[in-house]
């Protein structure tokens, strides 16, 4: 007797490991890694920081925050990454975030996230998650030729209660979140959208994504006509996408010069603990990946905790700026910029506006370089 259980343990034992690692299965959590770090998809900014060149990248702080406070590390992956620089990125990280923002979805995106899809095939457990942006960016590789991303959605500066769906709750992404709260966010603005493009459930269904991706919440612009797919997972990879902004919540507190809130944003409590619980799930993913770095010293001199935050302002709050070069493994690529000093966001940019979550923003230009093309729009 005591043979067979040991037998039937290691049987189980086997089964779980295989059902964690397979296509985002739901099965046992299985952690493998301890300390999961997560790239993060860099922006092109035209920032006047000196020695920027006026063409360096950067990602908001309040991404690296989200992803600190469930105890996942970060690092920078460039704008225009290649392919041949992604893959021994992707090949020792534990996971990779596409960030909200409003640059034109990249060559190196759709290869990335093609490359994880294939990644996921052959067993080898690896999560990604897109807020805003960056699940538009994985809506529009996945579907291909059709136009599955469209404009003219009024949801900028704009909260909302969240439209889930009756089994909602039984999906990996939300099945962690308790349901008081989750009865909350049906009927509390918690939600901080900051985007004008989405994915609306007719473009979904007709692009063939939705035998791809299972939807858990469907919401209203703020016409109340126009409706968008706010939340969604892959149904058989641990890809998952926001169409508004967690983040936010918790880190996002930029003042106009007079003092008010420059977004419209709910810190609340509950706000702040959905986006804590949402972190801690994809933190949780991460770490059901077993990649590790062949060498961590050449790393982790890069990574945002050993970088300096190089502005803030109203719009974009804290901002990592940064130059990175083609070879995005290396120490001396990825070292942090540290001559870069802090400043205010209205020395960052230049004088010309775009709009972003219905205010104005620094406009993203043309590089003289010809390094961070093609060039922007917002969404």
């Not at 046992?28 to 092109?44: D, F, G, K, M, S």
């Not at 016409?223 to 902004?245: C, F, K, N």
């Not at 990946?289 to 974009?316: C, L, Q, Y």
Request: glycine share 10%.
């Amino acid at each position: 007797m005591k043979y067979a259980w040991l037998a039937l343990c290691l049987v189980c034992g086997c089964w779980a490991a295989q059902g964690s690692r397979g296509k985002g299965a739901a099965g046992t959590e299985l952690i493998i890694t301890e300390q999961p770090v997560v790239a993060i998809w860099a922006h092109p900014s035209n920032s006047s920081l000196p020695d920027c060149g006026g063409d360096c990248d950067f990602v908001k702080a309040a991404y690296v925050n989200w992803l600190a406070n469930a105890g996942a590390r970060s690092l920078p992956i460039r704008y225009d990454a290649t392919p041949e620089e992604l893959r021994p990125i992707l090949d020792q990280v534990n996971g990779l975030l596409l960030p909200g923002g409003h640059p034109l979805l990249p060559e190196g995106v759709r290869w990335a996230l093609k490359y994880a899809k294939e990644l996921n095939d052959d067993g080898d457990f690896f999560p990604v998650w897109g807020t805003c942006l960056g699940w538009e960016w994985m809506a529009q590789t996945f579907a291909g030729d059709y136009p599955v991303v469209t404009d003219d959605f009024d949801a900028e500066n704009f909260t909302q209660p969240l439209g889930l769906l009756a089994d909602a709750g039984e999906s990996r992404m939300l099945s962690g979140v308790p349901t008081s709260l989750l009865e909350k966010a049906k009927v509390k603005p918690l939600a901080t959208n900051a985007h004008h493009k989405g994915v609306s459930p007719g473009d979904l269904v007709e692009s063939g994504l939705d035998t791809m991706f299972r939807v858990m919440a469907i919401n209203a612009d703020r016409q109340g006509v126009r409706t968008y797919v706010s939340v969604a997972e892959a149904i058989d990879y641990p890809m998952y996408g926001l169409q508004w902004h967690p983040e936010k919540s918790q880190f996002d507190w930029g003042l106009d010069p007079d003092g008010t809130p420059h977004y419209v944003i709910n810190h609340s409590k509950d706000a702040v603990e959905l986006s804590q619980v949402l972190a801690t799930f994809f933190a949780s993913e991460t770490r059901r990946n077993g990649h590790s770095f062949t060498s961590i010293s050449d790393w982790e001199p890069g990574m945002f905790h050993n970088r300096d935050v190089t502005a803030s302002g109203p719009i974009n709050g804290q901002m990592y700026g940064f130059h990175l070069s083609e070879s995005g493994r290396t120490k001396s690529a990825l070292a942090p910029t540290k001559d870069l000093r802090r400043q205010r966001h209205s020395q960052q940019f230049g004088r010309g506006v775009s709009m972003e979550g219905g205010r104005a923003q620094p406009p993203l230009q043309q590089s003289s370089s010809n390094r961070h093309r093609p060039l922007l729009r917002e969404t």
